[in-house]
């Protein structure tokens, strides 16, 4: 994971997050390896301080 990726992934909200990996092509890089274990440990966490209603609003936001 380059220091960007980790940067991005911290500093990104819960919908950047959500969309990038709705709309990543399949088998992007970012979401492989180190980079993509952590993405998807802090996507988890930030659905999980957003809570249910506003992961239910922001997923319908960005459409799939």
Do not use: C
């Amino acid at each position: 994971m380059t220091p960007e990726q980790k940067e991005w992934i911290d500093n990104a909200t819960y919908e950047e997050l959500l969309r990038e990996w709705r709309f990543a092509p399949a088998g992007a890089a970012f979401f492989q390896g180190e980079a993509g274990d952590y993405f998807f440990k802090v996507i988890a966490e930030k659905k999980k301080e957003a809570g249910e209603e506003e992961h239910t609003r922001v997923s319908k936001k960005i459409g799939w």
